[in-house]
Structures are given as C-alpha cells and as structure tokens.
C-alpha cells in the first residue's frame, strides 16, 4: 500500500476504536439520579412582562414596564402576584414617574390586568396609592388602560381595589410594543 492509504487506514482504524471504546464507557457508567433540577419547569400561572411607549399627538412621552409574575404554586389566587411595574408622562419637561410592586395579576388570553401599591414616585402624594393598569398584548398594536383615566389622578384616588383598572383604549406608539401576557387558566 501507498503510504498515504496506510495513514488513512490506521488513522479510521483509531478513530472507530475511540468512538467505540467511548460509547462502551458510557454505557457502563453507573446513571447519575434525576435531581429536581432536571424535572420539567412548571410553567407560572400568569405573566405580563414588556415596556411600550403610548403615542400621543401632542408629543406627551409617556412610558409604561411590566415585570409582573403569578407563580404556579399561587394559580388559585391572583393576588399573591409578585413583581413590579414603572409608569412615567412628560411633556416640555415636566411630568412625574412611579414605581409600584404589584400586588394582583389577572390574565385572560392576550388581556392583563395588574395593579399595585406605588412605593416611589415623583409626583407628591402618589406613594402609597394603588393603581392599576390593563394591557392588551396584540403584538406590534398593543393596548393600554389605566385605573387614573377614570378616577382621575393616583392621588386623588381613594381605595382601588386590587385588581381594577379600565379598558385598554391608549395605542402604543410603533415600534414600541413589546408586551408579553401568559394567559391565567384557572380549575374552574
């Protein structure tokens, strides 16, 4: 034989020896125990996550960020909601911001609805205040609501229950609409 083939040869012959030699190895190794970790993750009740920006002809900048979560283990009861959620509108400078931690999350197909306790915010008198607010994730035309459309500012609003807001009627402005909802499917 050519030297050439020889290499070829004796280099497939070590190649198949170490492949076989390797599942052969495999094979025999004791199996290592299934841990929780390798269990399939259940997947959580309900989600609203994203951040859009709403469109507003006079050029108002006016954001809105979800981070909320309803765990599996809490599917029964939408009020053990963890999370937060941001809000902010200025226009020529002027404007208010707020962060809240949520505090209930109801979901139903690509509709979500979340409220919260304000735990900071620019605007005076907003801390401490429940709000809430209703996306409608319709990909790249989501939809926004929010409780203060009909009970006027946060501040002025009494007692909001959890979970209350209005219908989604703000469009977000294009390109920005990346809200996200996992539908809530309960035991009835």
């Not at 951040?51 to 900048?61: E, F, H, I, M, W």
Request: aromatic letters at 6%.
């Amino acid at each position: 034989m050519k030297r050439r083939t020889k290499i070829v040869v004796l280099g497939s012959a070590l190649l198949l020896t170490a492949g076989v030699a390797s599942a052969a190895t495999a094979s025999d190794a004791p199996r290592e125990r299934a841990t929780a970790s390798d269990a399939p993750r259940q997947r959580e009740a309900a989600a609203l996550t994203g951040t859009a920006k709403l469109y507003r002809s006079a050029g108002d900048d006016i954001t809105f960020s979800f981070d909320a979560h309803l765990a599996a283990k809490d599917k029964a009861d939408p009020s053990k909601a963890t999370g937060t959620f941001e809000f902010s509108h200025y226009l020529n400078g002027e404007g208010a911001r707020a962060e809240v931690k949520v505090d209930c999350l109801l979901t139903g197909g690509k509709v979500a609805v979340v409220s919260g306790v304000v735990t900071e915010s620019d605007l005076p008198g907003a801390e401490g205040k429940r709000v809430g607010v209703t996306v409608h994730d319709l990909g790249r035309h989501d939809r926004l609501g929010y409780s203060w459309a009909s009970t006027g500012s946060p501040v002025d609003t009494k007692e909001l229950p959890k979970c209350v807001s209005s219908a989604p009627f703000e469009k977000v402005a294009k390109g920005t609409g990346d809200f996200t909802v996992v539908p809530w499917q309960p035991e009835l």
